[in-house]
């Protein structure tokens, strides 16, 4: 079983810049798909960005592509996400999370039960 564990949330001003980080244990790492979701109050889990196995495949979400960039080092077993132009409409819970099947592509079509193994997120506010 994978655990995954978030950190580098906060309060940041609109425009700023955060990174986020999420270490894998449990598995081994470099054999899952990672990627980050997030959820605000009252709304439903969206999908923010994946990376492949070996790290040559990106996929993001359409409200971050261009802003936010997602990484992984396998040696590490960690998962990072760098977050620039934060604006207050991405205040979210972010989470991390792994599947061992799909792809980065398809991570970002697939419905949100049916990911594997979940983060327990981590906050970030982006003051206007």
């Known amino acids: 079983q994978v655990q995954l564990v978030e950190s580098g949330g906060g309060l940041v001003q609109a425009g700023g810049s955060l990174r986020l980080s999420c270490v894998a244990s449990g598995e081994f790492f470099s054999s899952h798909v990672m990627g980050w979701f997030r959820q605000a109050p009252g709304k439903e889990r969206d999908f923010v960005a994946a990376?492949?196995?070996?790290?040559?495949?990106?996929s993001y979400g359409d409200s971050v592509k261009g802003r936010f960039t997602i990484s992984r080092d396998n040696a590490k077993n960690t998962v990072y996400l760098q977050m620039n132009s934060l604006k207050p409409e991405d205040t979210a819970v972010y989470f991390c999370?792994?599947?061992?099947?799909?792809?980065?592509?398809?991570?970002?079509?697939?419905?949100?039960?049916?990911?594997?193994?979940w983060g327990k997120g981590t906050l970030v506010s982006v003051s206007s």
């Open positions: 990376i492949s196995r070996g790290g040559g495949e990106t």
């Open positions: 999370a792994a599947d061992s099947a799909t792809s980065a592509r398809n991570m970002g079509v697939m419905p949100t039960n049916r990911v594997d193994y």
